[in-house]
């Protein structure tokens, strides 16, 4: 056998990052807290950077993020080690369900419906799915049924804590009032949740209580101290519960002369420099060392520039973009994408998305990551008559606020409403939108009437 080699030459191309480059994109991505930390430990071990005084911005304290366009409020543990270790010795909420399945049957197929539903339970102990996006998204292979399932919730709904694998908090309340003993003041506060429920967050709610109920109101407020004993959470005390995430803003946007602008704050670029005593000692150093640690505090200090500037070139972009938004509230949010951003400051989508990803804005309206202005395109192929998926949730959380609760509106109603405004989406997809707003059927928020 005749063995024989060629040579080929071939030209490819291959993008290779500089560690500039490397360097700015892992600091672009950061959140501040990160940032911060990885600043004080390029201190620690570079003895050429020095701290900076900062001159002309205050930083802003750290606040609860108690404000978000759609999403819930933002989490995150306790770091506090007591804390940390009592939490290690409390059971977690999922693993406490699961542990009860073998307690509550021992029909195989009940326990397996029922470990499906405990995986399906939101970060609450709800089961906000409905039954057949559950059976929808399930592999074929499970052959999940209707019938048997909703059977395994009612079995899961006596589990405890009370109160799980309710939809919403209205009935999971319920769930908790049918277990305690059946006098005049539970007997008042299911009547209450039931069919008044909205009026639990109205002003003057006793009197009116007092008159929808019939009732005086020594039995309407032994009804509202029976209703405040319950838990709104049922997974509330178990491990894994977060607390409210408190985070510094990156940005500030404030009104100027009738236009909304952006200004970044301090911490948005730690301010460090080259120590110039040590500095001048390494240029007659004719040691590599020395200098490669200068080149190194050069290059931080150049990319927490280059990390502020677009940072901020970003979010003004964005403010720019969602002016409507910072007037009127988050019904008149526009559709956004990353590849808007990117083509306008011409630059990659990827540097948009690290720029927006878990950084925030404070604004007069609360506080808010840049990543929750982008939102696609909905019911419209003209952008300019189109209405954000965030708008349309905002539309329809406003419409049932409105509503008459004696006639809710349907979720066919609600379609019908965004199709006169020209968007024109589906009923499922209405259904989708409520669901994610936390909001309950049209059936579970009717309260009075026939």
Request: charged share 25%; proline share 4%.
């Amino acid at each position: 056998m005749k063995l024989s080699g060629n040579i080929i030459l071939e030209q490819t191309q291959q993008l290779q990052l500089t560690p500039q480059l490397r360097q700015l994109v892992m600091l672009l991505q950061l959140p501040s807290t990160d940032l911060e930390q990885l600043v004080n430990d390029a201190l620690q071990d570079n003895p050429l950077l020095e701290k900076a005084e900062s001159a002309d911005k205050e930083t802003l304290p750290l606040s609860p993020l108690t404000a978000s366009i759609t999403a819930s409020p933002y989490r995150h543990g306790d770091t506090d080690d007591d804390a940390l270790a009592a939490v290690a010795a409390e059971p977690d909420f999922y693993d406490y369900l699961h542990a009860q399945v073998c307690e509550m049957t021992d029909d195989p197929r009940q326990a397996q419906l029922l470990h499906i539903l405990i995986e399906s339970l939101n970060e609450h102990g709800y089961l906000s799915e409905s039954l057949d996006d559950i059976i929808e998204h399930a592999p074929l292979e499970w052959h999940l049924q209707q019938d048997e399932l909703a059977a395994a919730l009612k079995t899961l709904q006596g589990f405890d804590p009370a109160g799980v694998g309710a939809a919403d908090i209205r009935e999971s309340l319920l769930l908790q009032l049918q277990r305690l003993p059946n006098d005049i003041a539970v007997r008042r506060a299911r009547d209450i949740v039931r069919d008044h429920f909205p009026l639990l967050t109205q002003v003057n709610h006793l009197s009116k209580l007092k008159k929808a109920l019939s009732s005086n109101d020594h039995i309407i407020q032994a009804a509202l101290d029976t209703i405040q004993k319950l838990n709104p959470y049922p997974n509330s005390g178990f491990a894994g519960v977060e607390d409210t995430v408190y985070v510094r803003p990156d940005v500030r946007v404030y009104k100027e002369k009738g236009v909304w602008c952006v200004a970044g704050e301090a911490h948005l670029r730690p301010r460090v420099m080259i120590c110039e005593e040590y500095a001048a000692a390494v240029k007659a150093e004719a040691g590599s060392t020395w200098k490669k640690k200068l080149s190194e505090a050069k290059m931080l200090i150049n990319n927490l520039e280059l990390r502020e500037n677009t940072i901020l070139q970003v979010a003004r972009a964005i403010v720019a973009k969602q002016q409507d938004f910072f007037e009127f509230g988050s019904a008149a949010l526009n559709p956004l994408r990353l590849i808007d951003i990117a083509e306008e400051l011409d630059i990659h989508m990827s540097t948009v998305s690290r720029s927006v990803n878990q950084k925030y804005l404070t604004c007069p309206q609360g506080l808010f990551e840049l990543r929750l202005f982008f939102s696609n395109l909905v019911g419209h192929e003209d952008v300019e008559q189109g209405m954000s998926s965030t708008a349309i949730k905002a539309h329809i959380e406003e419409w049932i606020r409105g509503e008459d609760k004696t006639r809710p509106l349907s979720d066919e109603a609600l379609r019908q409403k965004l199709a006169a405004a020209d968007i024109d989406i589906a009923r499922r997809t209405v259904v989708k939108y409520r669901e994610e707003l936390n909001i309950p059927s049209s059936y579970r928020r009717k309260t009075g009437g026939k």
